[in-house]
Every structure is written in C-alpha cells, then in structure tokens.
C-alpha cells in the first residue's frame, strides 16, 4: 500500500515478556516517528529518526525502549522485559524529508497489551 | 512548545457547521497552529495548518485572529462519518516532528 504500514496490528504479550513491532514507512520517506498513545489519550512522542541516524529519542520512556532503522527505511521498536505500564498503542509516521513543514503521515499503530 | 486549551467534546448533528476553539496564549512568533483528525483505531490525520488570518481547503477551514493567542477550526456540513478527535498543535516548523497532541476534542456527530 501507499501508507505506512505497522506490524503487527495487535500483540498481547506476557509482564516480562520482549515484543518487536514493526514499521514500514512510505517509501522514499526520510524522516520516521514513534509515538505512543495511552487509552483516551493523545500520542506522545518517543523518537525521529532521520535516514538511519536517530536524532531525538528523548522520549523514549525507559532504557527498556530500544528503536532502530538500519537501512533508512523499515524500523522495529522494541520493548523488553514488558511492565503492564507499557499497554498502549504505538503508533509510526513517516515524513519526505527532514520534517521541516512536510506532512507528516501516521500509521494505523500496534495495539500492545500486556497481561 | 506552547501549550493548547481545547474542549473535550463537543457534539453536533449531521449538517451542520462545527468550529473548535483551541487557545494558545504563549504562542512563539514562529509557531504554526495545526490540527489533526484521529479516527478509532486510526493514527490522526493532518487536516489543515496555519501561521494567521485564514486557511481553507477542502477538509476545513481555519481562522486566526491578528494576536493569534486562539485559533477556531471549522468543519463545514458534518456528517456522521467526521465523528473524530481533532486535536490542535502549536509549534515551531523545525520542531514539529515532534508533535505534542494533548487531549483534544472529541466531535461526535448525530444523524
């Protein structure tokens, strides 16, 4: 699809349990974004990436949240030893280039739940 | 960034015109004012964004007085299918990666 693409849709994981979710921008995007986006909330930021070089990750909420996108393209977030504090949905978006006024585009997010 | 002020809900019926204010008093001389629409079980979505006087396209229209402390987003014959989350956001357009959403306001629409 033309969109960005999120992977998977939902994932309900065990308290202590690692969990990857995945990212497909839109292809040629140069920017990529996580946020994370608690129930009756709005999304909050957690990290940019510019190509493969990720420039802000101050809000990343623990050093358990490692995000990276090696190639410049496809991005994992991932979230080890999960705490029930972590259940929200993570949302992805993707931009053409450095962000500067460009529309930025989001993805349907991954639902986590953690039990 | 500055902080926004929205209603929580509003609602409407199908028809008619919807207009949320959003007060931004702390506004930066470089900041825009954007506004986002949040489906269910969606990522919000860029409607229309603005730095004064007033923006239209074919969402929506928005409308910033000359101190530009407040800005009211107006949707035009609503129906059923806008019922959202619209969210307002002031920034900087070298910053605005990294949007700050806040709670926003929930529009429900009624046939």
């Known amino acids: 699809g033309a969109g960005v693409s999120q992977s998977p849709r939902y994932k309900v994981a065990k308290r202590g349990q690692d969990v990857a979710l995945r990212c497909d921008p839109i292809?040629?995007?140069?920017?990529l974004f996580w946020y994370q986006q608690a129930l009756g909330q709005g999304p909050e930021f957690l990290t940019y990436?510019?190509?493969?070089?990720?420039?802000?990750k101050s809000g990343l909420p623990s050093d358990r949240f490692f995000a990276e996108r090696p190639e410049g393209s496809v991005s994992t977030l991932k979230i080890q030893r999960t705490q029930q504090e972590d259940s929200a949905v993570y949302l992805c978006?993707?931009?053409?280039?450095?962000?500067?006024?460009?529309?930025?585009?989001f993805g349907e997010g991954s639902w986590l739940t953690v039990v | 960034l500055a902080k926004t002020t929205q209603p929580i809900s509003m609602d409407s019926y199908e028809g008619q015109e919807v207009n949320i204010t959003c007060s931004h008093n702390?506004?930066?001389?470089?900041?825009?004012i954007t506004w986002y629409q949040q489906f269910p079980s969606q990522g919000p979505r860029f409607i229309i964004q603005g730095y004064k006087t007033k923006v239209t396209n074919e969402v929506a229209s928005l409308f910033i007085p000359a101190d530009r402390k407040s800005s009211t987003l107006s949707l035009p014959r609503v129906s059923l299918s806008d019922t959202a989350v619209y969210y307002c956001?002031?920034?900087?357009?070298?910053?605005?990666?990294?949007?700050?959403f806040g709670a926003g306001t929930t529009v429900t629409v009624r046939a």
């Open positions: 292809s040629g995007h140069v920017s």
């Open positions: 702390n506004i930066a001389t470089n900041d825009y």
């Open positions: 956001l002031v920034g900087a357009r070298s910053n605005d990666y990294k949007l700050s």
């Open positions: 978006a993707s931009s053409l280039r450095d962000s500067r006024g460009d529309t930025i585009y």
């Open positions: 990436f510019q190509n493969e070089a990720q420039l802000d």
